[in-house]
């Protein structure tokens, strides 16, 4: 059975089918680790210099990216149950944390921790922001999103040319691709992707770009809002609003002529279902509109 209780059909198929998907596997998720790895790079920048350039232009100010006070409390937009507020009245946010310890050095910054554990920091009196910003993780990256004030978040959304109205839908894209590099990174199969329902898909998302969201279904012993997941097909469609897609799509549209020139289509066609999207015609326009 797949995620979704649905029989994922292995009757007549060979060790050699399962070696084949497995490569598949295994080669998309390549694909789609490296252009991920272009949008994390591109947002780390953004961030970096657009909050150094409101924030920290004197050299005093090096580690203004520490202080609260340059960050917006999200309750005040989303309510005080919104995820986003433990990062900030709790001090979960990487940043405000000061539960660090190295050695015998205890309740340090994560600057103070991470010149201990970076030799590349630790070369640094006052590490700048473009320098710590490496060692986030998309979680991370996330959580600042979330948190910045407007004239910042401003400027990083005209960098993905995106306005301040779309601040939901790029958060929304970044969950979904964090999820869709944790998956890659945690080795497990790719074409069965599933987000991961703990947030619900944005509206707009849906509507621009046709998403197709999964029927309610049980999950874990709970129903789950039928907005609240997705597909690889889909997820791809979201990563395309942010880079090229074209390598990732040529590994599908590959691995398809493959086994129809081979007469396997008992294989391909299966998979590019279970991938979110059954036409091989839609495959090979994705990302097109990008």
Same mark, same amino acid.
């Given at each position: 059975? @797949? ?6 059909? &292995?009757?007549?198929?060979?060790? @050699? ?47 203004? &990216?520490?202080? $609260?006070? %340059? &960050?917006? @409390? ?17 001090? $979960? ?8 310890? &190295? ?7 994560? =600057?103070? !921790? ?16 473009? /320098? =710590? ?11 600042? /999103? ?9 400027? =990083?959304?005209?960098?993905? %040319? ?15 691709? $964090? ?57 791809? $469609? /979201?990563?395309?609003?942010?880079? @090229? ?7 599908? /549209?590959?691995? !398809?002529?493959?086994? =129809? ?30």
């Amino acid at each position: 059975m @797949d995620k979704d209780n649905k029989s994922l059909g &292995y009757k007549n198929k060979s060790f @050699d089918d399962f070696l084949s998907l497995y490569a598949f596997d295994k080669e998309l998720s390549k694909e789609i680790l490296a252009v991920i790895s272009l949008f994390e790079s591109k947002l780390k920048t953004s961030l970096a210099y657009h909050f150094c350039e409101t924030f920290c232009f004197e050299p005093l100010d090096t580690l203004e &990216y520490l202080s $609260k006070d %340059n &960050y917006e @409390d999200p309750s005040n937009s989303y309510g005080p149950r919104h995820p986003a507020c433990k990062d900030y009245r709790e001090n $979960k946010f990487i940043l405000f944390k000061t539960t660090y310890s &190295y050695g015998q050095r205890h309740n340090l910054d994560y =600057v103070e !921790y991470l010149k201990n554990i970076k030799p590349y920091i630790g070369r640094y009196t006052k590490p700048p922001f473009w /320098v =710590v910003i490496k060692s986030f993780n998309m979680g991370d990256l996330l959580s600042m /999103v979330r948190l910045l004030k407007r004239p910042v978040l401003k400027e =990083v959304l005209k960098d993905f %040319n995106l306005i301040l109205a779309n601040k939901d839908l790029f958060i929304n894209s970044i969950e979904i691709i $964090k999820d869709l590099r944790n998956t890659c990174a945690h080795f497990e199969l790719i074409n069965r992707f599933r987000s991961s329902g703990s947030y619900p898909i944005n509206n707009d998302l849906i509507t621009n770009l046709e998403l197709n969201t999964l029927s309610p279904n049980s999950y874990q012993g709970r129903r789950r809002n039928n907005q609240y997941r997705i597909r690889l097909f889909d997820a791809l $469609k /979201v990563l395309a609003l942010f880079n @090229d897609i074209k390598p990732i799509r040529k590994v599908v /549209v590959r691995y !398809y002529d493959r086994n =129809v020139s081979i007469r396997k289509k008992y294989l391909i066609l299966p998979l590019l279902d279970r991938m979110g999207e059954p036409s091989i015609i839609e495959w090979k326009k994705l990302g097109d509109f990008s």
